[in-house]
């Protein structure tokens, strides 16, 4: 097995985790922000749309204009982006069903994009700048953490939201 | 960079960032289990301790008596294992101080124990049966995987108590 095939396995492994708690969070309950806990399934699957975008697809090959048309990137960032807050622009925000499709849109693209690159490339440069990851290799692993520390937000999420 | 180097740098990756919640926050607090949120510092150190023996130590190269030594693995399953309260025992579990001992001491002796396996060894069976990994690259992949789960969870632990 090489990095690359470690790469791959390793999102499919965070991403198994987070449909798990996908499916056995009722959509309808993702817009429930528990009190103190003040997070909920729909910021925290924008939030990993947003984030899986910049370290698996535009840090590996740049701005991508399928996911340019699909998603407002601006909108985005405001309402899932670094410093956003759950609790707010609840009205304007993407529903879940709609969001859930993009979920799924950006992994498929993520590995799309993987597996046009070699070893080399993913010791190269990010594609655009990315403010976590120097290479493509660091931006691949980021998105694995990264994605992992939100499974384990969304396991205490789903924990309170069971015992209401 | 081979498997094992990156196993290596991932390691250090989410143990760096727990480590500044380890500075950011006050060990008088590690008691504190937050209303709804109910963990607290001294469950995820001590639950990370746990984790990282089984994963790092024992499915890499065995049973450890150094390890045996310093932790009364009875007690520990009970207060920091699976299916255990954070809230509970709170009376008889180790001090804080002691178990940021333990946590470096357990670290130390990963790496000293990766830096002894090759990449053929990488992909043979865990030492010991481990309910979550058949090899040993799967052990430690798990170690990353979990501990930035719990540094997800105690991202959202520390906010909390700062809020309080």
């Known amino acids: 097995m090489n990095i690359l095939e470690v790469i791959k396995e390793q999102i499919t492994s965070v991403k198994e985790k987070t449909d798990t708690f996908i499916k056995n969070i009722d959509i309808e309950k993702w817009n429930v922000s528990p009190e103190i806990l003040e997070t909920n399934m729909n ?3 924008g939030h990993l ?7 698996g697809i535009a840090s590996i090959s740049g701005v991508n204009e399928q996911v340019r048309e699909r998603i407002n990137m ?25 969001l859930l499709d993009l979920y799924e849109f950006i992994f498929d693209l993520i590995f799309i994009e993987i597996n046009k690159i070699n070893m080399e490339e993913l010791n190269s440069e990010t594609s655009i700048p990315n403010p976590i990851a120097k290479t493509k290799y660091e931006a691949l692993m980021t998105l ?5 520390w939100h499974n384990g937000q969304i396991a205490i999420l789903d924990r309170v939201i069971r015992n209401q």
């Open 49 to 55: 749309i947003l984030a899986n975008y910049l370290h």
């Open 144 to 148: 694995i953490k990264h994605q992992s």
């Open 43 to 45: 910021w925290q699957i």
């Open 74 to 98: 601006q909108d985005f960032k405001k309402f899932y982006g670094p410093g956003s807050l759950p609790t707010m622009h609840l009205d304007e925000k993407p529903n879940n069903e709609g």
